[in-house]
């Protein structure tokens, strides 16, 4: 994304121009986040009401995920071809337009067709964004901006589940699609009141149209792969089967022909950087853990304890609180302190937070559930901002366009697959749970004949007190099967912990981060 060419001729902004620019932006882009988490406590509804599962409501996610992923690469192009500005305000205001559709969806079908839509045209908004923040600062506060690009990513994510959930209880879930609508048009205005004058020269490049569908072929084959998976058991259905041939093959002929071609739509050469390939691998892992705890952890509130989407939502809400704290400053202080201690810390405080949610249990309250999401706030503050200066570190300012889209590729990619990782991980581990709690209960069995008497007390049934039973080992089964993809989850992000360490950031230079806004 050779975006800066004209960008830098340009002053940075100032006073209240910067200002209005910073919330603008930030605003395009926090509306464009929050709509990968906003629909998380409201699946069940929205899978109630079109007549799904709530594990088939999960592609309301990841249709959006994997469909955004994809088009961030495209940025680039788009971007020489029509202008930073044009090409970020056509991506808010058709943003606006699919999330209208949204809204309006009558069958689940159509749903996952306007989401991916809505993921498509969101694509260039991030990676243009940080673009026109960096562009906007002085060249010596680009640390500020990084900041400000990483706070709207990660808080976006924890505003979504209590905005959804309240809308969805109290007004209906079309309408977590529908507020966008005003937020995005606002976006808009003051986008084009303030950077209309400065639109980045246009050329005509050719567009890497093979590398293009063969993204969107292994790519889409392996998120379909992993959503229908645990419903047609894995590799015993041959279109399970299918799927993974034409993963694993096109991934194959994707690196080949990107490797190869004058114009690629991935510049996979980036991953030869050490700095780079350590860093993308880091956010990747630890995106997709966060997000797809970021998933589970609702449906299992939701599902198994009684809460509804509200409750659901202020359960996940506290991690804003550190989080917005934090954040300025480990920008302010990314650009004069190696970064890794900081990704290092960060692992750990998430390594103890995915601890202690491994102990729940059903008989857990709000506050306790509560506890380490606060604690979390610290680790969401700290992991992103040091990583993508990672990344960045010892690239040439025309490289550092292209590293900024493939980083977000990846962590966008990374969180659709760990979405449905977990939840298929989640269902699987409850139903080998369900069975063996099973085999302890017998007709005469001390739970069984206290379910059967508490049952009568209510003036239910045999069966009725049988069903009730059941459910009791469902929530079990759901809980322990939780609890194991949380200690998972702890130790991989005990083992990211030092991995972060095989990079060598620069702290000085012209590919240190301080120096990334000179590329914009």
């Known amino acids: 994304m050779s975006a800066g060419a004209g960008s830098h001729a340009h002053p940075p902004l100032a006073g209240g121009a910067l200002v209005l620019g910073t919330l603008a932006l930030s605003l395009g882009t926090f509306m464009n986040v929050l709509d990968t988490s906003i629909a998380n406590v409201s699946l069940p509804h929205i899978a109630g009401d079109l007549g799904v599962s709530p594990s088939q409501g999960t592609w309301v996610i990841t249709s959006f995920g994997v469909a955004n992923a994809i088009a961030v690469p495209l940025t680039g192009w788009l971007t020489q071809r029509f202008g930073q500005v044009r090409l ?36 260039p908004m991030i990676p243009l964004s940080q673009t026109l923040l960096l562009a906007s600062y002085p060249r010596a506060r680009s640390g500020t901006a ?69 993204l969107v072929l292994w790519v889409g084959a392996m998120q379909v792969m992993l959503d229908k998976g645990k419903e047609l058991d894995w590799f015993s259905s041959g279109l399970i089967v299918g799927l993974a041939v034409v993963s694993v093959v096109g991934f194959a002929f994707f690196v080949v022909w990107e490797l190869t071609d004058r114009h690629p739509v991935v510049e996979i050469r980036l991953f030869g950087q050490r700095n780079f390939l350590f860093a993308t691998l880091c956010i990747s892992v630890a995106y997709g853990i966060f997000f797809g705890t970021l998933v589970l952890l609702p449906l299992w509130l939701q599902q198994w304890m009684g809460y509804t989407a509200t409750q659901a939502g202020w359960a996940l809400a506290p991690v804003g609180l550190l989080a917005l704290l ?115 209960l017998t007709p005469d069995s001390l739970p069984t004949t206290q379910a059967l008497e508490a049952a009568r007390g209510l003036g239910l049934s045999r069966e009725q007190g049988l069903a009730l039973l059941n459910r009791l080992v469902d929530t079990q089964a759901f809980t322990i099967a939780a609890d194991e993809i949380f200690y998972l989850a702890a130790l991989l992000f005990l083992l990211l912990a030092g991995l972060v360490w095989f990079t060598r950031p620069q702290r000085h230079g012209p590919g240190a981060p301080i120096d990334a806004a000179s590329a914009h």
């Not at 209906?172 to 950077?195: D, E, S």
């Open 88 to 123: 970020f305000m056509a991506s808010v205001l058709l943003f606006v337009l699919t999330s209208f559709l949204c809204g309006l969806a009558p069958t689940f079908e159509l749903l996952i067709a306007f989401r991916a839509m809505q993921g498509f045209v969101a694509g």
């Open 326 to 440: 934090l954040t300025p400053l480990v920008g302010r202080m990314v650009n004069r302190v190696d970064p890794r201690p900081i990704v290092t810390l960060s692992f750990l405080i998430f390594a103890l937070v995915m601890g202690m949610r491994a102990l729940f249990s059903t008989d857990t309250d709000l506050a306790a559930v509560m506890v380490p999401t606060v604690i979390q706030g610290a680790a969401v503050a700290c992991f992103f901002v040091p990583l993508m200066a990672i990344s960045l570190s010892g690239l040439t300012p025309e490289r550092i366009p292209a590293a900024t889209g493939l980083f977000n590729f990846a962590r966008i990619t990374a969180g659709a697959f760990g979405t449905s990782l977990s939840t298929t991980m989640w269902e699987e581990r409850a139903a080998m749970h369900h069975a063996q709690l099973v085999e302890h």
């Open 146 to 214: 990084l900041a400000f690009a990483g706070m709207t990513t990660l808080i976006a994510p924890v505003v979504g589940p209590l905005a959804g959930g309240w809308i969805t209880d109290n007004i209906g879930w079309p309408w977590i699609f529908f507020i966008n609508v005003p937020v995005g048009l606002v976006a808009a205005f003051f986008t084009w009141v303030l950077y209309r004058d400065r639109e980045t020269p246009t050329r005509k490049l050719p567009v890497d149209t093979i590398g293009l569908a063969l």
